[in-house]
Every structure is written in C-alpha cells, then in structure tokens.
C-alpha cells in the first residue's frame, strides 16, 4: 500500500552544534529538516547541542516544515538523555524522533515507552511524536518488518548507506554511487528490502545521504534510482540538493497530468456504464482498476507537491 503521510521529498540534516545552520534552515526550502545529536556532532559539543536544538524549535520559525531530531543509537550512554531533554523542552513543537542504527524491535518498543512517559508528564496527546528508524546495517535490514510493525508511532524507515557500506565491509568508499567492480547496482537489494518492508507496513521509505555535496547531477542520478523504486523522499546535506530532491521525488508534470486524466477518465466511463464496465479505453490505453490505483499514487504524490 502506498504510505501517504508528511511531505518529505527532502529531508535537510542540521548539525545541533551549529546555531548559525539552525537558523539558516528554517529559511530552506525542504519539506523536513532533522535537527541532529548523533554523527554530525562531537562527543564534547553533545550536552550544547541539545540546549541548542530545544532553543530553535521552540523560538524558530518552521513552519511548513516536518520537524524531526535524532538522537543517538542504543548503544552509546547518550540516548536517553538526548530524549528526555529535547522532548522535555520541546515535545510541543517536534513531529518525530529519529533513531539510528535501530537492530531490532525492542529498540523501537523502548523509545515507544519513553515517548509515551514524557507526553503523559507534558500533557500532550500521547502518540503524537513519531519515529524514525534509521537502517545502518545487517541486523536492521534482517529486522526491518519487525522495526517497520513495532509501534504505530514509526512513520518512516530509512536507510543510512554510509554506515551500512561500512558495517557490511563493503569496497567502496563513495556513497550511492555504482562499484565498477559490480555488474548490477550494490544497493537494490537493500532499497528494495526496506521498501517493501515499508510499504507493508504503510510507511515512507526514505533514502539516505549522498557525501559528494557540490555534485548535484551525481546527487540526482542516485536520487533517481531510489525515486524510481517508489521511494518518498531523500537526505540533503547542503541547500544545494534540496531542489533537486523536491523534483525528483514529485511525478514528471506528464506523468501527474496523465494520471489525473486516467482518474476522470476511469470514473466517467465507468459511472456511464452504470457499474457495469470493469476495463476502458482511454485513446489506445486500456486502463481498469489496477491502472487507477497506479495513476492514484502519482497523482496523491503530484498533489502533494503541489502541481
Ligand atoms: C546516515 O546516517 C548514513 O550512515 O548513511
Ligand atoms: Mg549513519
């Protein structure tokens, strides 16, 4: 099923430890930002980070945009403090924690409780806040329709490349692109495991980062990939991949425009029949119900990003 939820065709990271960068990205163009606490930031600068990320989403000005922060993974001393101190002072103004490097289902169950905890000592409607879960490496992947399904809080499931071509020993140092040593493409099996996991779930599926911040066209050739497979959206690290983003995970304008058409189409032709037609033509397309629900996803997604 596809998962309609909060836009994130571009989902901006922002170091916690830079003031500068926090308020710099309130004024960009993404559909998300994640205000981050784990790999962009220092061990030493952490307990500032937080203070600095609490200060910016409850003075800043977000609007229109989902608000996400990761913490940092379970397996370091920080986690919990991250949690409690970020959701404390600013559970009101955040959509979701994102956690990285999740391995199995119990992680996500223990920020689930937590989450819930801190709403019911706010007050706030417990459940609001969302997660992320972040797939970085071999336990995640083998894990992920368990971490998809562990709580309805989770709304995306996204893969972290760098950590996991890392954390399977694989020979290659840039992130996303195609190993010419490999005859096919390194990530599919990946991109799709996590799709489908996804998708069964109704969750996003969201890509991670590309490392090569000033080439934009090799930004898009790997977004393309992951746009083609279904995915919802993509990491940016820099204001420059964030248009490029937005546009490659909407439809082409042919393509949302042809799927609206489908839709009157279908529903003109087969409301005519009086219910009784199943599959019609629409010039030399025959187009039934399974062509409806495809031409239903573009279109949800093109009307999403405005067209
Ligand atoms: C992102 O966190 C990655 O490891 O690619
Ligand atoms: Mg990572």
């Given amino acids: 099923m596809a998962a309609v939820g909060r836009p994130r065709r571009s989902c901006l990271a922002v170091p916690g430890s830079s003031v500068k960068m926090l308020g710099k990205a309130q004024g960009l163009p993404a559909d998300q930002v994640f205000l981050d606490l784990e790999d962009a930031v220092a061990p030493l600068a952490k307990p500032d980070a937080r203070k600095n990320i609490v ?11 989902t608000r996400v922060v990761r913490v940092n993974d379970l397996t370091t001393p920080w986690t919990y403090r991250d949690v409690i101190e970020v959701v404390e002072g600013a559970g009101a103004n955040l959509d979701c924690i994102m956690l990285p490097k999740v391995q199995n289902a119990e992680q996500v169950h223990w920020l689930d409780l937590l989450l819930t905890q801190i709403e019911k000592t706010l007050g706030l409607e417990v459940g609001r806040i969302g997660i992320e879960a972040q797939i970085e490496n071999a336990a995640g992947l083998v894990n992920v329709d368990a971490i998809a399904a562990a709580s309805p809080r989770v709304e995306t499931i996204i893969f972290g490349p760098a950590d996991f071509m890392a954390s399977i020993n694989m020979k290659s140092l ?12 390194p990530y599919h099996y990946i991109l799709m495991r996590i799709l489908m996991a996804a998708r069964m779930h109704d969750k996003q599926a969201i890509d ?9 066209d090799a930004f898009r050739e790997v977004a393309k990939r992951s746009a083609a497979l279904g995915f919802d959206g993509k990491w940016v690290l820099h204001p420059g991949q964030i248009d490029a983003a937005n546009e490659v995970y909407s439809p082409a304008q042919a393509d949302y425009d042809h799927a609206e058409l489908i839709l009157d189409a279908y529903d003109y032709y087969t409301s005519e029949a009086g219910g009784k037609l199943g599959a019609v033509m629409l010039g030399d397309e025959m187009i039934d119900e399974a062509s409806r629900k495809m031409a239903l996803v573009i279109a949800a997604k093109g009307r999403a990003a405005g067209m």
């Fill in 55 to 65: 200060a910016a989403l409850n003075e800043g000005d977000w609007t229109g945009k």
């Fill in 208 to 216: 991670g980062p590309f490392l090569q911040i000033r080439d934009v």
């Fill in 174 to 185: 840039v992130v996303g692109a195609l190993i010419p040593d490999y005859p096919g493409d």
